[in-house]
T-cell receptor, first 112, second 112 residues
């Protein structure tokens, strides 16, 4: 099992550009989430999904879109990047019957 | 929504001594309290968790205590070692664990 994978590892964008952060898991987990991590602020939930076709907003959803067409994939879209979206992004997944979340390795995004 | 406060933000401990990190939460409906360890440049990894029907849980040198009445929980690391140096995050979640709220982290440094 590869677990939770994320691509790319690093990305630099210019203000106004769009991009998609990829997240995939091969553990057949129902639940998937996206977090952003900023210095001194812990991890904050952006969006989450409890299964294919079902998504919902977390604490800081503005500026981000998600979709969940398959159990394995949960991409995060930035429609028009802003410097405030400079952060490290983590994807996580868990089984519906378990509380434990498994995190991906993260994507470091810089918006100039 | 849930609010989790974590103290201290930094902690330095002599090798072999104990370290204690404390968190408080606001939502009395929260019933799951995990602790994550994050080494520099790595993903958060679950080290121990506790559910609201348990007051204390131990795993070798690590223990977590929960006081539901006071709405606080703590991480205890005994016989600290250099490899314990990392950032530690507490978190809280309610039923279903769809929304995990994190504390702001504690940077623990073990002094040899």
């Amino acid at each position: 099992n590869a677990g939770v994978t994320q691509t790319p590892k690093f990305q630099v964008l210019k203000t106004g550009q769009s991009m998609t952060l990829q997240c995939a898991q091969d553990m057949n987990h129902e639940y998937m989430s996206w977090y952003r991590q900023d210095p001194g602020m812990g991890l904050r939930l952006i969006h989450y999904s409890v299964g294919a076709g079902i998504t919902d907003q977390g604490e800081v959803p503005n500026g981000y879109n998600v979709s969940r067409s398959t159990t394995e994939d949960f991409p995060l879209r930035l429609l028009s990047a802003a410097p405030s979206q400079t952060s490290v992004y983590f994807c996580a997944s868990r089984q519906g019957s378990s509380y434990e979340q498994y995190f991906g390795p993260g994507t470091r995004l810089t918006v100039t | 929504g849930e609010n989790v406060e974590q103290h201290p933000s930094t902690l330095s401990v002599q090798e072999g001594d104990s370290a204690v990190i404390k968190c408080t939460y606001s939502d009395s409906a929260s019933n799951y309290f995990p602790w994550y360890k994050q080494e520099l440049g790595k993903r958060p990894q679950l080290i121990i968790d506790i559910r609201s029907n348990v007051g204390e849980k131990k795993d070798q040198r690590i223990a977590v205590t929960l006081n539901k009445t006071a709405k606080h929980f703590s991480l205890h690391i005994t016989e600290t070692q250099p490899e314990d140096s990392a950032v530690y995050f507490c978190a809280a979640a309610g039923l279903g664990n769809e929304k995990l709220t994190f504390g702001t982290g504690t940077r623990l440094t073990i002094i040899p």
